[in-house]
């Protein structure tokens, strides 16, 4: 990976983060609360690459940034809640955990397979005037290697990711500088994430109290999520091969149904892991899983192979 641009927030700064967003590249783009780690939501290999910069050892779902309600409207279903509090608080600090649209188009590894995707519309003038030129959904984790606190300058992303993605937008310090509230509404209301927005707010507008995150049995807080993609298919980690009755996902070369990638690359396997479950996902069947090597996204890779295989109720 060549150097790290810092790209100025003038007119040839943006265009050049929305090209670069266009043709697959990863730019950390200043919003209001945090910088965001940003890339193309609906192509998975842009997305695994988001993880591959952060050295996450997880998939955890990614926001959605978009620049209006218009355009969240298209991923996602809102309810009544959800369009009272995105007509009141968007663009904004605040982020809606609703159900994904199935003609959205947004990759799978975006929302870790789960049936919900995370929206936000930011408030920050550069983030809203990029989102509008990339012309398509971003993913954005804030832009921090895995472990290390979100940053809220453009130097505190070169900081920790100089060299591992294409540029940054320096959009001066972030005015909020904690990340975006989440909120769930379906059923009822309820905070996943404290952040820059209160709750009280958020209470004041809905007219009735959130449920709290530890309060909540069934909703762990983000981070250290409980729900996950949980395919219906019994699943067998570390498989040599297929016995009879099951179909094998492959890695590297090797005979197989599909393959995470023949090459044993690990932004491809990454890329294609929810995909392709999916697909192997078919009523009674059982999914065979050959060995994933632990290294790089393979850690994370296999934390979601052994959530999937997981005896569950
Ligand atoms: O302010 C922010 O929200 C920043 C800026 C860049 O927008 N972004 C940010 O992203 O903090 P990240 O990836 O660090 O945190 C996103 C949180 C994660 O904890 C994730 O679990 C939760 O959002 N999340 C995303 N999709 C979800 C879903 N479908 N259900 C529940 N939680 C979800
Ligand atoms: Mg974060």
């Known amino acids: 990976m060549p150097e790290t641009q810092l790209l100025q927030p003038d007119e040839d700064g943006i265009n050049r983060a929305a090209e670069l967003l266009r043709t697959g590249k990863l730019v950390a783009i200043p919003t209001e609360t945090v910088y965001g780690l940003a890339g193309d939501a609906t192509r998975d ?36 809640a959800a369009e009272a509090l995105a007509g009141a608080f968007w663009p904004g600090a605040l982020t809606l955990v609703l159900p994904l649209k199935s003609s959205a188009g947004i990759a799978p590894l975006v929302t870790a397979g789960l049936a919900t995707v995370a929206v936000r519309a930011p408030g920050h003038p550069l983030a809203r005037d990029l989102l509008t030129r ?30 591992r993605i ?15 509230t989440i909120v769930a509404t379906g059923p009822a209301p309820r905070l996943l994430r404290p952040g820059g927005i209160p709750a009280e707010a958020l209470e004041a507008c809905l007219g009735a109290p959130l449920a709290m995150p530890d309060t909540d049995a069934g909703i762990a807080s983000p981070g250290q999520m409980r729900s996950h993609y949980a395919p219906g298919a019994a699943l067998r980690l570390d498989a040599d091969t297929a016995r009879p009755g099951e179909v094998l996902l492959g890695f590297g070369e090797m005979e197989s149904d ?18 392709h479950l999916r697909a192997l996902d078919t009523e009674g069947a059982s999914i065979a899983v050959a060995p994933i090597p632990e290294t790089g996204l393979g850690r994370a890779i296999n934390d979601r192979l052994r959530r999937a295989a997981a005896p569950r109720d």
């Open 258 to 275: 599909l393959n995470l990638s023949r090459a044993g690359d690990m932004v491809e396997a990454a890329a294609n892991l929810f995909g």
């Open 166 to 180: 294409a540029a940054v937008l320096d959009g001066g310090p972030c005015e909020t500088g904690i990340e975006s």
């Open 134 to 163: 990339a012309n398509r959904p971003i993913a954005a984790p804030s832009a921090n290697p895995a472990g290390r606190i979100s940053p809220t300058t453009a130097q505190h992303v070169l900081d920790g990711l100089d060299g």
């Open 45 to 80: 290999v842009c997305v695994a690459r988001i993880f591959d910069a952060k050295r996450r050892p997880r998939f955890n779902p990614l926001i959605v940034h978009l620049p209006d309600i218009d355009a969240a409207r298209r991923i996602a279903d809102f309810d009544d």
